[in-house]
């Protein structure tokens, strides 16, 4: 018969305690996720009139304008509260004038989606890569992106965005002084209580690739010039302090997954609310893995998301929020 060994130490403290019932582990969860943290993104495209498919992310498509209205009401009643508005321009020049037009496509969906559902929050996508012709976020000048002049423009864009009833400017072209600008041009024609959710902290990343299938993009070449190195830990902070102290309301991180450290950072030194967009490339590569049958998909997007509520996020832009919302309706 085996000899029984007396133990003579234990542990100090037992963290299994616990972690012994499923209801004891959740009520002492830290972290908790929602269908209010979610923002989800819709592209909308001029001149078809059906969506289509995006290949390189599959579940996500561009909408025609005429469906729009039906799509804010049906992610509506699914619970989301919130939507990123993304044009796809057929009206594309030199400079993207066609997003400052009160009848350019912009201003048109901002208006469809108040319409259709009024107590939806409604966020404009700021930036000029969707209506120019190269591609890039701003006016282009000896093969750059000219800072100032595409401010300039920037504002007449906010405006236009204002006039038709948006609930939230969201600037994301990286362009210093953006904050700024926008935050005095509203103030100064009757827009001062319209929130800015700066794109603070916004990285010349790898991970963007299937948005430009998204936004069907011919852009060639790099933003590394205006975009933020992704090797900088140090200015990925100081760009988020600097979108504060110029007026911004919201600040966020993009990309997300490789960047908790960054998150976790400006969370520890603002009290802002802090967004992350959890972007084209992180979605596609969970949907690819998941095709494979290497992961549960379910499991591992609840748990990034998760991840990045633990990191000190408050809202989660991402391409799941419809399938989080079905995740995460209350069974009866």
Not at 89 to 111: A, C, F, N, Y
Not at 147 to 160: G, P
Not at 167 to 172: F, L, R, T, Y
Not at 176 to 183: E, H, P
């Amino acid at each position: 018969m085996e000899k029984r060994i007396d133990m003579t130490t234990s542990p100090d403290f037992r963290f299994r305690r616990l972690r012994k019932t499923p209801v004891l582990r959740q009520l002492v969860q830290e972290n908790q996720i929602s269908i209010n943290d979610f923002i989800l993104p819709l592209f909308i495209e001029e001149g078809i009139d059906q969506p289509v498919e995006i290949a390189s992310m599959p579940g996500v498509q561009r909408y025609p304008e005429s469906q729009l209205a039906e799509v804010v009401n049906r992610v509506w009643a699914r619970g989301i509260k919130a939507i990123i508005l993304f044009g796809v321009s057929t009206h594309k020049d030199e400079v993207g004038s066609d997003s400052w037009d009160d009848s350019g496509l912009m201003s048109r969906m901002i208006r469809c989606a108040k319409t259709a559902q009024p107590e939806m929050l409604v966020i404009s996508d700021n930036c000029f890569c969707e209506y120019t012709d190269h591609g890039h976020c701003g006016v282009v000048c000896d093969d750059d992106v000219d800072n100032d002049e595409t401010l300039a423009n920037l504002q007449r864009q906010v405006l236009a965005s204002a006039r038709a009833g948006v609930d939230m400017i969201a600037p994301s072209g990286m362009m210093d002084g953006t904050v700024a600008a926008i935050r005095e041009v509203l103030d100064n024609n009757g827009y001062g209580t319209l929130p800015i959710m700066a794109y603070s902290t916004k990285f010349a990343s790898a991970f963007y690739g299937p948005f430009r299938d998204a936004v069907d993009s011919s852009f060639k070449g790099t933003r590394d010039s205006y975009q933020m190195n992704p090797a900088n830990g140090r200015e990925a902070l100081a760009e988020s302090m600097m979108d504060e102290a110029e007026g911004a309301d919201l600040l966020m991180v993009k990309p997300g997954m490789a960047y908790l450290d960054v998150i976790a950072n400006i969370r520890a030194n603002s009290s802002l609310p802090l967004a992350v967009y959890h972007v084209s490339g992180e979605y596609a590569m969970i949907k690819a893995a998941a095709k494979a049958g290497v992961i549960d998909e379910k499991a591992i997007v609840l748990e990034t998301m998760m991840a990045f509520k633990r990191a000190g996020v408050d809202l989660i832009i991402t391409y799941y929020a419809e399938q989080l919302a079905d995740w995460l309706a209350p069974r009866i």
